[in-house]
């Protein structure tokens, strides 16, 4: 072995790129989500510890202060539960009990999807084809555009329980009520988002069409539509959860027995604030799947149009 050789540095090999990818995607995630733990473990502490100092006195016990902090974590009817009492109640709905069952989660979940996703489907539809028209009509923009603006200006809480009773009125139930609150949710950003994609090509290449005499539909198909997919799907993305609270508010009024919002209506009439935050985590790990799906179809669709992430 020569000394060169000896002497030589021994070469470093650099990361993959999917380790790479992996500590630049999860990591500032998992640094976040354990902060949140932290910090909630230390509010249950904060929140459940008057509740637990009188069942102390009322049973006559002597403790300190590691007692009361244990203790708080595994109250029965706790003010705010702690995350494993929280995961606990995840696993026993959902592993433990069958999903026909009126007390699984994943059987409430299954409705509230049901309703979220039709609705996401109608917004989505209804908010691009009046993104269209309020795009080659200056008549509907002028006209149209605020009415669809002003419309997010009422509050969900209140136009659900009208919407629910007319609808009831003329015999439609089920899911469609619902659905139609998460479509009244999910148009607006999709409207907004379709509009400024639209609108985003460039005078120059709107020039550069009408030199070549292309008629209004190819500007269209060919130029506007391709330059607005990439505001569509970030639309989606906050359409889809729109769509989501949507579904879940239309639920609360009209006395629901199915979905995560009749499990949250039941914690809050029985006092199981366990089973209110159980449904709650599970709507927020709902909401991010039903994003990462939309992002997914995002990435595909611009892989297959050419485009480098």
């Known amino acids: ?23 630049l995607r999860f990591l500032p995630v998992a640094v976040i989500v354990l902060a949140i733990i932290v910090f909630w473990y230390v509010m249950v502490a904060v929140l459940n510890a008057p509740f637990q ?15 009361l902090i244990v203790a ?42 049901s309703s979220t996703l039709v ?41 659900a329980p009208m919407i629910i009773v007319v609808l009831n009125a003329v015999g439609i139930t089920g899911l469609l009520p619902k659905a139609f609150i ?10 907004v988002g379709v509009v400024t994609g639209l609108r985003s090509p460039e005078i120059i290449h709107l020039d550069l069409m009408r030199t070549y005499s292309a008629t209004p539909s190819q500007v269209f198909w060919k130029l506007r539509l391709p330059a607005a997919i990439p505001f569509l799907f970030t639309s989606m993305k906050v359409a889809i959860a729109a769509s989501l609270v949507g579904a879940i508010v239309g639920e609360l009024p009209t006395g629901a027995v199915a979905g995560l919002g009749a499990r949250l209506l039941a914690g809050s009439y029985y006092g199981q604030t366990v089973q209110i935050w159980s449904a709650l985590v599970a709507a927020a790990l709902m909401a991010a799947v039903l994003i990462m799906i939309v992002e997914a179809a995002d990435r595909r669709v611009r892989a297959r149009m050419g485009v480098r992430a």
């Open 1 to 23: 072995m020569t000394t060169e050789a000896v002497a030589a540095p021994a070469k470093i090999l650099p990361d993959s790129g999917f380790s790479a990818w992996l500590r």
């Open 53 to 67: 100092r009188q069942l102390f006195a009322t049973a006559g016990q002597d403790y300190g202060t590691t007692d």
């Open 72 to 113: 708080t974590m595994d109250q029965e009817r706790p003010v705010l539960p702690s995350p494993h009492q929280v995961v606990a109640e995840i696993w026993k709905t959902t592993v433990e009990t069958p999903v026909t069952s009126k007390r699984s989660l994943v059987y409430h979940g299954w409705v509230t999807l």
């Open 119 to 159: 609705g996401f489907v109608l917004g989505t539809l209804l908010g691009v084809g009046l993104a269209v028209l309020i795009v080659h009509s200056r008549t509907l923009d002028k006209s149209l555009m605020p009415w669809v603006i002003s419309s997010q200006t009422i509050p969900i809480l209140a136009i």
């Open 182 to 191: 998460s479509t009244y949710l999910s148009f607006f950003p999709v409207t």
